[in-house]
T-cell receptor, first 115, second 114 residues
Framework: DTAVSQTPKYLVTQMGNDKSIKCEQN?????MYWYKQDSKKFLKIMFS???????INETVPNRFSPKSPDKAHLNLHINSLELGDSAVYFC??????????????FGEGSWLTVV | DAKTTQPNSMESNEEEPVHLPCNHS???????IHWYRQLPSQGPEYVIH???SNVNNRMASLAIAEDRKSSTLILHRATLRDAAVYYC???????????????FGQGTILTVHP
């Protein structure tokens, strides 16, 4: 069973479109994250939710809106896609974010290409 | 955010041990040292973590300097499947505004030769 699953794995779309990436974890974790890996391979955190509450919101354009319907799901919606949004987006989860020793589990990534 | 410094790349031969160094001179007393790796076209994968004492698990060993300003990830016998980018990360205490997030650096690209 996949612990952290993301859909879709690959997404090619045109500039200006709106798209969503879904994420689900079956680990019973309280905290979920979205990370972005750009073409230079840098991994940067975008958002984090703890028990459906937003706790980390890095400097991300307003076009990106995370939604957590329950603590097992954290979806990422992107409006008005731009070429620079092309990247790999990783969802992740961990036990309560208050434990620095806790392990974070990552999904396999969603490859977004904006043309 | 606490920072780490790693070599950009390292090479090893199969079946040989690999020592991946990491410097973190600004580490605070409550920061855990985490190591993750990212295989090609996959998400990051947890390897090991520690606070003060050396740690061993089935994947690797983590040697932490006494002053905690550096650490070394040890792969005892490298295999071709160990070729990946290895990230040394200081996971900050969640008591402040960081909420225990992982801040990735550039990592070390490990190449394993047959």
């Amino acid at each position: 069973d996949t612990a952290v699953s993301q859909t879709p794995k690959y997404l090619v779309t045109q500039m200006g479109n709106d798209k969503s990436i879904k994420c689900e974890q079956n680990l019973g974790h309280d905290t979920m994250y979205w990370y972005k890996q750009d073409s230079k391979k840098f991994l940067k955190i975008m958002f984090s939710y703890n028990n459906k509450e937003l706790i980390i919101n890095e400097t991300v354009p307003n076009r990106f809106s995370p939604k957590s319907p329950d603590k097992a799901h954290l979806n990422l919606h992107i409006n008005s896609l731009e070429l620079g949004d092309s990247a790999v987006y990783f969802c992740a989860s961990s036990p309560s974010g208050t434990g620095s020793g806790n392990t974070i589990y990552f999904g396999e990534g969603s490859w977004l290409t904006v043309v | 955010d606490a920072k780490t410094t790693q070599p950009n790349s390292m090479e090893s031969n199969e079946e040989e041990p690999v020592h991946l160094p990491c410097n973190h001179s600004t580490i605070s007393g409550t920061d855990y040292i985490h190591w993750y790796r990212q295989l090609p076209s996959q998400g990051p994968e947890y390897v090991i973590h520690g606070l003060t004492s050396n740690v061993n698990n089935r994947m690797a060993s983590l040697a932490i300097a006494e002053d905690r300003k550096s650490s070394t990830l040890i792969l005892h016998r490298a295999t071709l499947r160990d070729a990946a980018v290895y990230y040394c990360i200081l996971r900050e205490s969640a008591g402040g505004t960081s909420y225990g997030k992982l801040t990735f650096g550039q990592g070390t690209i490990l190449t394993v030769h047959p």
